[in-house]
């Protein structure tokens, strides 16, 4: 069965302060692994697709790391803006595209 | 503008009613998704539609319904046999749906919030 699991459950940075958002994974073929970013009350807003082991991306102060087992959602100077849910989810290969979700970390940045 | 819409985006249902939730997309993908979001779980899926006049179930259909006449339309019908059906509601497309090839994104509408009285 797929898991997502993602760590911490919530965090609170000052504005400025650097942090990482972890998600760890066990699936049986990965077809890609997504981060999305969910204000409260509406749906999650597409940030990145990963695809192998290895592989960054990066928007704006965002970037997103993928290893076998875990990914990285790495957040650089953040502003109050960047508060938000941020979702994990992984797409196995063979499942017609369905997603395993993972319950989210809970971000708020302050000044 | 291209996107997904749902509507509406609070509705309230009486125990024992059957409610429809609607969910129009324009950006001609094959693929659409319900998933319900309840606090502290992840989003988990209730049916998915990979083509025109074929669905299937997810991890959680029970006390729920489909159909899918149109490609751009992909109702959620929330039944009495639901019964702990308050939640948020998800509507998604993507732009294939199938098993293979690359990564296939879902690409996510406004929500609706469902609430029991």
Request: proline share 4%.
């Amino acid at each position: 069965e797929d898991q997502v699991t993602q760590s911490p459950e919530a965090l609170r940075l000052q504005e400025g302060e650097s942090s990482s958002l972890n998600c760890s994974y066990t699936v049986s073929g990965l077809r890609g692994l997504f981060w999305y970013r969910q204000d409260p009350g509406k749906g999650p807003e597409f940030l990145f697709t990963l695809y192998s082991a290895g592989e960054e991306k990066e928007k704006e102060r965002l970037k997103a790391t993928l290893t076998k087992k875990e990914s990285f959602l790495h957040i650089t100077a953040p502003k109050p803006e960047d508060s938000a849910t941020y979702l994990c989810a992984v797409q196995a290969t063979g499942t017609a595209s369905k997603l395993t979700f993972g319950t989210g970390t809970r971000l708020q940045v302050t000044l | 503008d291209g996107g997904i819409t749902q509507s509406p985006k609070y509705l309230f249902r009486k125990e024992g009613q059957n409610v429809t939730l609607s969910c129009e997309q324009n950006l001609n993908h094959d693929a659409m998704y319900w998933y319900r979001q309840d606090p502290g779980q992840g989003l988990r899926l209730i049916y998915y539609s990979q083509i025109v006049n074929d669905f299937q179930k997810g991890d959680i259909a029970e006390g729920y319904s489909v159909s899918r006449e149109k490609k751009e339309s992909f109702p959620l019908t929330v039944t009495s046999a639901q019964k702990n059906p308050t939640a948020f509601y998800l509507c998604a497309s993507s732009i294939r749906g199938t098993s293979g090839g690359s990564a296939d994104t879902q690409y996510f509408g406004p929500g609706t919030r469902l609430t029991v009285l």
